[in-house]
């Protein structure tokens, strides 16, 4: 038995299977409009109303400007929270007076989560496109920065004595040593980060947004567009999953030395 | 590979070591005095947490002693530097560097061409017999492979000493023995100096002109023993009547010394030990 789960043909069916059965069982229960009292499938499409919308969404003009604003919103906020969440991770990972004199401030805003900042943010920048990446811009940054700063503590000290022996300049032990050491962590926290981007960014959306994968999922419960809004969710889903995945390809292309333990080559 | 015969002269004076902060300070090297002449093979034999790889520490310039004087050629030793190379019982190879990339690393901080410095690279490897394995990362290599890079590495600055801390504690038996062989080929085409920090009596007779014998903390040289035996050595040596005698009197040495039956002292590792591989997971 346990051979043919193993074996590398049956896998992707049964994978496949399990998917498709999950998907029946949603469309048995919201075409039978299954009633359980503390939660009720009445109001929620079935799959084929989704396939359906889907299909409008993909030929609607208005398709790219919600993906574009989206994309955009994103790339601001993850790359302004990569900037610093790794410099200032390098920083404060390696030298003592930045981790005495930059860390408490974080420390104090850390456990706040980024939705919590959305009235202030709203209230802080005049545009409400400024405030929707600031947000996204605090949910990326953290996870970033703490797997950076944790990345470089966890440099082997015996690595480092030993490019010092081999001649190693305390600037260039920056680029040489501690830069590559930390690598391997510095992507987990980009990786993280970008889940967490696209969290913040849907929430943001929700509230301030005109366009957007966010707004569209709530517009479409505003105006009783019903499969819309599970149209909006995988949409958001699928774009987070990508783009960690794209992070992840990214890590290992440039790190072609490195391999998780336990993976085989 | 010209020799380096007028350098190399290793001087301590009176060195005494102190690890640990506040309270929890202690003493680890007591009152230690060495000459070491340019060329020379030495061996520091002790039990373990006696203080070798802490010695091995200062003279490379990661430790500061505090008492006492440490020269090399007449100049006093402040901070690593790569006239003195330093080789760890785990190899340090830099994971992302290929093996070529890794042993010409000491070049480039010189700032040698590339050219030139993996030409020299690719001399050395094959010298230490890892032609065809230039475009290989460390994890691809087995532990005896690992450390002839590592070698290599070290002794394409051309160090005055060499200062190995138990560089084949890691290694099968077979293998290690067929690196202390290569060792000694080395040393004799390069003539620096090598100060060599070990526990096995084997070794250290079969490779040094000079067995000096540590006690345990706070470490002191309780004895200096001439290793008489020919060069070139090869391993049949460790089966002659006359390395018997003086494994004999190794072991007295060290038994003699202190209590036979104390427990063994933690071992030190005063520039950090050896870390596995953080794992790379994605939490997403």
Request: charged share 20%.
């Amino acid at each position: 038995m346990a051979g043919l789960i193993d074996s590398v043909k049956v896998r992707p069916l049964l994978q496949a299977a399990s998917v498709l059965l999950c998907v029946l069982l949603w469309h048995v229960a919201a075409t039978h409009r299954l009633n359980l009292h503390v939660l009720s499938f009445a109001n929620v499409p079935p799959p084929a109303e989704v396939a359906e919308a889907a299909w409008r969404l993909l030929h609607s003009p208005k398709l790219w400007p919600h993906l574009s604003s989206s994309l955009w919103r994103v790339g601001l906020g993850f790359g302004a929270a990569a900037v610093l969440g790794v410099g200032l991770g390098l920083l404060i990972g390696r030298l003592r007076w930045a981790h005495l004199s930059l860390l408490p401030p974080l420390e104090v805003l850390r456990p706040i989560p980024a939705v919590a900042w959305i009235p202030l943010a709203i209230l802080m920048f005049p545009s409400s496109e400024g405030s929707m990446v600031f947000i996204t811009f605090i949910g990326a940054l953290f996870p970033i920065l703490l797997n950076t700063i944790h990345g470089v503590e966890s440099v082997d000290a015996r690595l480092i004595a030993s490019a010092r022996s081999l001649g190693t300049g305390r600037a260039r032990l920056f680029a040489e040593v501690i830069v590559p050491a930390a690598a391997p962590s510095i992507v987990t926290g980009l990786s993280i980060g970008m889940g967490t981007c696209w969290f913040c960014l849907v929430t943001a959306e929700m509230i301030a947004g005109q366009y957007g994968i966010g707004y569209y999922t709530w517009e479409s419960y505003t105006v009783q567009a019903y499969p819309s809004i599970v149209v909006g969710m995988l949409a958001i889903g699928a774009m987070g999953m990508g783009s960690s995945v794209l992070i992840r390809r990214a890590g290992d292309r440039l790190m072609p030395w490195h391999r998780p333990q336990g993976a085989a080559r | 590979m010209s020799g380096a015969q007028h350098h190399g002269r290793v001087r301590i004076e009176h060195v005494s070591v102190e690890l640990g902060d506040g309270g929890s300070r202690f003493e680890v090297l007591h009152d230690v005095s060495l000459q070491v002449e340019p060329g020379e093979f030495i061996c520091l034999l002790g039990p373990s947490g006696c203080g070798k790889s802490t010695l091995l520490g200062a003279l490379a310039g990661h430790l500061q002693p505090a008492r006492g004087t440490l020269q090399l050629d007449g100049e006093p030793i402040a901070g690593p530097d790569p006239r003195r190379g330093l080789v760890f019982q785990h190899h340090t190879l830099f994971p992302w560097k290929t093996v070529l990339d890794n042993t010409s690393y000491g070049l480039k901080m010189q700032g040698v061409a590339r050219a030139e410095r993996e030409r020299r690279a690719r001399e050395l490897l094959a010298l230490v017999g890892l032609q065809g394995f230039e475009q290989r990362y460390p994890r691809e290599l087995s532990g005896g492979m690992q450390q002839r890079v590592e070698i290599a590495r070290v002794l394409i600055n051309h160090p005055r000493v060499l200062l190995m801390d138990e560089p084949f504690g890691a290694l099968d038996a077979l293998t290690r023995s067929r690196m202390q062989e290569l060792l000694l080929e080395l040393w004799a085409r390069m003539r620096t100096t090598v100060l060599f920090v070990t526990h096995d009596i084997d070794e250290a007779l079969f490779l040094a002109d000079r067995v000096l014998i540590l006690s345990p903390r706070p470490g002191r040289i309780v004895e200096e023993l001439r290793v008489p035996f020919e060069r070139p050595r090869n391993a049949a040596l460790l089966t002659q009547p006359a390395f018997t005698a003086l494994k004999r009197r190794c072991l007295q040495l060290l038994r003699h010394d202190g209590d036979g039956d104390a427990p063994p002292l933690e071992r030190l590792t005063p520039l950090g030990p050896p870390q596995p591989e953080p794992a790379w997971r994605f939490a997403t």
